[in-house]
Structure formats: C-alpha cells, structure tokens
C-alpha cells in the first residue's frame, strides 16, 4: 500500500519523470497500463514563476493521469515555494522538489543533484515549499554527491522533520551517472528510517526487478525510468507478476496498438507536425525494444527508424508502421 499524504495510490508502481518524454501523452500511456502515480518532467521554479509560456505547458495534464505530480528544480527556497503554489493552483495533485539532476548546466547552477552538497539549504527550501503546499509535498533523491559524500540518510531524516510526505531514490550518486549498478544497502537504510514511504528508483526494466527490490528494502513503491520507454505497458506486466499471475510480453498486434494510440495522443497534445515529429524518440524506443518488449530482436528495425524520423505528416507515418507490423508478423510466422 503506498499512500502519500491523503492520497492513496491505487498500484505502487510509479513512472520515473525523464526530461523530453514523460509528457501528457506518455503519462496517458502508463496510467492506461497501470501506472499508480506519474510525474511531469522537472520544470525550473524560475521560469515558472516568470509565467513561461513553454514551462505552463508542462504542467497541463488531463484527468486520466490523475494523480500527477509536478516536478520542480531550483535552488532558491523564497522561488521554489511560489513555483510550488502555482503549480498547486494549475491542478498538481502533488508537489516534487528534484535533489537528483546530474546535467552539468544545472548542477553548476547549484540546483538538482548539487543541493545534496548543502543539506541546510534543502531544509531551508523543504521547510519553505510545504509551507506553501497544501497538497502532498515529495522529494526525489540520489544518494549522495559522490561515494565519498553519501548522504541520503541526511536528506531522509530532513524530510521527515520537514513534513515531507514520500520520498524516492534514485540509487545512485551523481558521480555514477546512469552507469548499471544499483546501491540497494540505501535503500535499505532509508526505508528503516524514515517514517514517510521511500519508494525505491533504478534499473527496474522487467517485472522481476520491482519484485525484487521490495522484498530486498521492504520499500513502500518502486519507480522504473527508461524500462518504460518503448514499454509502457510495463506496468501491467509488474502488476500481473506481483500478484503471482505470471507475466507476458505483449503481442505484435497488441504493440501496434499501443503506438497507435500513443500517436494519437501526442497528435491530439501538440497538433500534427509537432506531435509527429516528437513522436519519433519514442518510436526509436519502441523498435528497439528491451526486456520488456518482444521487438528486441526485430529485424528490419533500423530500416524503419530511417524512414520514420523523416516523416512529419500522420497518414504517412501511419502508413509506414502499420507495413513494419505487417512486416514482422510476417517474418514472426515464418
Ligand atoms: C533522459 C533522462 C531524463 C531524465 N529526466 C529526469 C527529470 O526530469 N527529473 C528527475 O527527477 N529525474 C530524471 N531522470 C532520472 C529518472 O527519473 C530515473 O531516476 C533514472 O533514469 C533511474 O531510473 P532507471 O534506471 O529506471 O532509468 C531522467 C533520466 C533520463 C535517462
């Protein structure tokens, strides 16, 4: 059971925010597989409180990905606690401060990953945020700078005094990047310690790592990032296998759908040739495939990632998946 301030969590597996993909069309996606809770991307608190027009958009949402968490970046605590109000005001149904980007333009800056270098500074900005909120307030952590400055354990018992309501950890410092290879001994701690629900972040690309990263820490949630991309329904897949039900990997005919719809959904977001061309990422994701996908060892794949990131219209483009599913289900009945 994951229950985060007054909102209860229907399945406690969490879609991770990645910048440039974790949209209103993608989150659509995941809670249509299962999803209990999704984030936006981060979203800087200073371009927000400057009314950008771009940064609004990422907050807009419709009603079936409730609950949605808006993610915000920043360092200063008098400007993460207006953005925080604001985005309460827009409809977030919770409010994230990240503690976890590595990129060099923003830890330069001092925000993200770079605030678990000043512990007095994330309490002062914690402090500021829920004072703000009156709607569920999470962080979202790494464990620490680097090895040698590890501090999750800092960071969880300031969460705690500070009224946060759940925390997540991305079981890795900043130094380690996206490297394979997660710290589970933290997790382990962190769950033992803190008195809010710690839902635990990385490397979670098939069902059976979520199992296992429960039993192992006794975590309230699991968070899967980039296991997602290209597989949205992994969801469903981890639902099914922690309910002792097995799992299977989705069917051809069933993934075609799934692009489809998500075309749809990114056309109906953004308009045609903004939808179809954003959409193309996600399609390199879904022909490459990953253990949660059958299209990983596709043939015919990079040949049609060639042709469709050229493609900025929707009827070709449709065109062009429909003839690669026929083309697999072809080769797969050989
Ligand atoms: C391209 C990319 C963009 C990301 N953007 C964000 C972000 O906006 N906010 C955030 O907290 N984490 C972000 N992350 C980190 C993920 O949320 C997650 O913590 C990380 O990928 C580890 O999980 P995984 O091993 O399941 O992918 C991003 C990761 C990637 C790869």
Redesign the pocket.
Known sequence: MLRIGNIQIKQPYVM???????DSPFRRMVTGSGAGLV?T??ISADALVHKNKKTLMLMKYSPEEKPVTV?LLGKNAGILAEAAGMAMDAGADIVDL?L??PAHNVVSNGAGAALLKKPELVREIAAAMRKALAIPFTI?ARTGWDEDSKNILQIVDIANEQGVDAIAI?L?TRAMG?KKG?DMQSLIEAVRRSKVPVIG?????APQDAKHMMAASGCAGV?????ALGAPWIFGMIIDYMQDRGFVLPSLPSIRETVLNHLHFMVEFYGETKGVKLFRKHLVHYSRGGPASPLLHARHSSDFRAKAVIIDKLEPLIKLINGYFDYLMEVDRV
Request: proline share 3%; with cysteine; net charge positive.
């Open positions: 991770a925010p990645i910048a440039g993909y974790t984030y991307e981060l993610q990240n976890g980007c979202k991305h890795r996206f997660i972040n990385g490397d979670i690309t968070m899967v990032g980039r296991g």
